[in-house]
């Protein structure tokens, strides 16, 4: 009963139109006089016809409404599943329905995908943190530790602690900026006295004289990708130096560590690559110059590193604002 009235009310328009249509002519063989048994016959005749369109015209709405509410109790839903018609309209509704399914299930596998390298992140994560923490225990249970080597370990749960808030802000770095104009020295030097320990710890160099440019950034991200890329040249230098300086608006950080292999180069800032160096460093996860490359895309600066084996490594940073691409 309940599918008859929509039927209905689907096609009121339809039918009040058709009797409204039957009483016109009735109305006109009436004034012309026709006879009673004609205009009768005309009535009856018209009436019939439309009751067999009705019930044609229902048993097609009502198996066709049947199928509909049995494709909605499934999960997935096919073209081929879809009821066959020869009306342009519900083609064109069918065609946005799967074109809105397509964009569905292009989300879903895209939720899944991030899900699943967030899982796989924070897996490599929790492996990465232990070390530290372990070192750290360690140390206290034996007593015969420095301050230096105690804070060295503080710094790398920190580190690690800060690029996994900034892996999982990356995507909503709209709500999280404050663009400003700073000074870049005083950002260099806040990283700066917190990696002072690791210099101090691996005996090495620096090169770096107080640096005059105003930047238009957020203070916060630059200190990450600053702080990122000082990490690595620590990481990667044994001995010798550590340079910093500015050239053009563009600031440089060049080390003489062990360089680079030629063939890793174009794919380092790909999330997730860790090339020949992250093979022998098996705790590198490969996101911290993938998060410095999409940060600085973000902002509208430029990030270039140059690299040759066993010679060191000089990354680029280019402060002119080209264009900010953050949503």
């Known amino acids: 009963m309940m599918r008859l009235l929509h039927y209905f009310k689907d096609r009121y328009f339809f039918y009040l139109f ?22 009768d016959y005309a ?13 044609v015209d229902f048993y097609k709405y009502n198996k066709k409404t049947k199928q509909i509410d049995y494709l909605l109790r499934l999960n997935d839903v096919s073209v081929v599943d879809l009821p066959k018609t020869s009306l342009l309209i519900e083609q064109q509704y069918q065609q946005l329905f799967l074109k809105v399914n397509q964009l569905h299930i292009a989300l879903e ?43 060295m370990q503080v710094l790398r749960i920190e580190q690690y602690v800060d690029m996994v808030l900034h892996y999982i802000k990356i995507d909503h770095m709209a709500s999280d900026l404050r663009l400003r104009r700073y000074q870049l020295n005083d950002i260099v030097n806040d990283v700066l006295k917190k990696q002072a320990t690791f210099f101090i710890q691996k005996k090495l160099k620096l090169q770096y004289e107080p640096i005059d440019l105003m930047i238009l950034s957020d203070e916060k991200w630059i200190s990450f990708v600053i702080e990122q890329v ?31 292999k030629e063939e890793d180069l174009p794919r380092l800032f790909e999330k997730g690559f860790t090339g020949y160096n992250g093979r022998i460093d098996k705790k590198a996860s490969g ?5 410095c490359k999409t940060i600085l895309d973000n902002l509208g600066h430029h990030i270039e590193l140059h690299s040759k084996l066993g010679k060191g490594t000089v990354v680029s940073i280019n402060f002119h604002v080209d264009d900010l691409k953050v949503k």
């Open 230 to 260: 000082l990490s690595n040249a620590l990481k990667y230098t044994k001995e010798g130096t550590i340079s910093i300086y500015v050239k053009d608006e563009t600031l440089y950080i060049e080390d003489s560590g062990i360089g680079i």
């Open 109 to 151: 596998n895209q939720n899944d995908q991030d899900y699943h390298d967030m899982l796989d992140y924070f897996t490599l994560w929790v492996h990465q943190i232990k070390t530290p923490i372990s070192a750290l225990r360690l140390l206290i249970q034996s007593q015969e530790c420095s301050q230096n080597e105690l804070l």
């Open 43 to 55: 009535l009856i005749l018209s009436s019939a016809i439309l009751v067999f369109y009705f019930l």
């Open 18 to 39: 058709a009797l409204l249509i039957m009483g016109v002519f009735y109305f006109i063989l009436y004034l012309y006089n026709a006879l009673i048994d004609a205009i």
């Open 287 to 291: 996101l911290g110059l993938y998060l």
